[in-house]
């Protein structure tokens, strides 16, 4: 961390304040990749309204700017799965009624493909060369991946976790930071669903009985706590 940042912060969060370790902090960005947010990506050929996805992408870009700034580890990832699909189980690549399936040509290339325009993260949240870029063939972030080798090499206990859709990747990769003993905190305006209802439930979930999984804050609570002489960041 950088001089710009206290070593501690506290960040006001349901169903309590939590005090973080920034040295032991990652923010863990999960999924912001065209297939999702984009027309004609894999999001859309679901039948669902892309633009809901929109919202979150300013406090993102916020925070992640600020842990940018302080030196914070920042990691992304991307959902998809190699060319041939051989990590990609048939029960997945079936299952509902998508206008283009996993693999497909589409108008970004092939749908939910490594290497393809659409599996790639959005311009405005595109990672630096420095930082860590996750590629997971499932809806969690450490399913067959290398997430917890990366998080242990750095020391880290604390996940500013943020991304889409808050009931499917980003509640599953909660869950499964909780059971491996990380601190999650969501940026409740950082995550965001094609259902509202669905986000809604989805924070209630990780702070719900006394925060089963982890603890929910906003963007504007975490730039607050971490960069407290230049909170004033516009989100």
Same mark, same amino acid.
């Given at each position: 961390?950088?001089?710009?940042?206290?070593? &501690? @912060?506290?960040?006001?969060?349901?169903?309590?304040?939590?005090?973080?370790?920034?040295?032991?902090?990652? !923010? !863990?960005?999960?999924? +912001?990749?065209?297939? &999702?947010?984009?027309? @004609?990506?894999?999001?859309?050929?679901?039948?669902?309204?892309?633009?809901?996805?929109?919202?979150?992408?300013?406090? %993102?870009?916020? $925070?992640?700017?600020?842990? /940018?700034?302080?030196?914070?580890?920042?990691?992304?990832?991307?959902? *998809?799965?190699?060319?041939?699909?051989?990590?990609?189980?048939?029960?997945?690549?079936? /299952?509902?009624?998508?206008? !283009?399936?996993?693999?497909?040509?589409?108008?970004?290339?092939?749908?939910?493909?490594?290497?393809?325009? *659409?599996?790639?993260?959005?311009?405005?949240?595109?990672?630096?060369?420095?930082? $860590?870029?996750?590629?997971?063939?499932?809806?969690?972030?450490?399913?067959?991946?290398?997430?917890?080798?990366? !998080?242990?090499?750095?020391?880290?206990?604390?996940?500013?976790?943020?991304?889409?859709?808050?009931?499917?990747?980003?509640?599953?990769?909660?869950?499964?930071?909780?059971?491996? *003993?990380?601190?999650? $905190? $969501?940026?409740?305006? @950082?995550?965001?669903?094609?259902?509202?209802?669905?986000?809604? +439930? @989805?924070?209630? +979930? %990780?702070?719900?009985? *006394?925060?089963?999984?982890?603890?929910?804050?906003?963007?504007?609570?975490?730039?607050?706590?971490?960069?407290?002489?230049?909170?004033?960041?516009?989100?």
């Amino acid at each position: 961390m950088t001089n710009s940042s206290a070593t &501690f @912060g506290k960040v006001a969060a349901e169903p309590e304040p939590i005090e973080l370790d920034w040295t032991k902090t990652a !923010l !863990l960005i999960i999924d +912001m990749q065209r297939d &999702f947010m984009e027309p @004609g990506g894999f999001g859309e050929t679901l039948g669902n309204d892309v633009s809901q996805l929109a919202r979150a992408v300013k406090p %993102i870009a916020a $925070v992640l700017n600020a842990a /940018r700034d302080t030196g914070m580890l920042v990691v992304h990832t991307r959902e *998809g799965h190699l060319p041939d699909l051989s990590d990609a189980p048939p029960a997945k690549v079936e /299952r509902g009624a998508p206008s !283009l399936r996993i693999g497909d040509p589409g108008p970004m290339g092939r749908i939910l493909i490594r290497g393809e325009a *659409g599996h790639d993260i959005i311009p405005e949240l595109y990672p630096l060369d420095s930082e $860590v870029v996750i590629d997971k063939p499932g809806k969690g972030a450490f399913y067959a991946t290398e997430l917890s080798d990366v !998080l242990q090499k750095y020391g880290i206990e604390n996940l500013l976790v943020c991304g889409v859709t808050t009931e499917v990747c980003v509640n599953t990769t909660v869950r499964e930071a909780n059971d491996r *003993g990380y601190r999650c $905190v $969501v940026l409740s305006d @950082g995550c965001a669903s094609y259902f509202p209802e669905f986000h809604e +439930m @989805g924070l209630k +979930m %990780i702070k719900a009985q *006394g925060g089963i999984f982890g603890w929910v804050t906003d963007s504007a609570a975490v730039l607050e706590a971490l960069l407290p002489e230049t909170s004033k960041i516009a989100v």
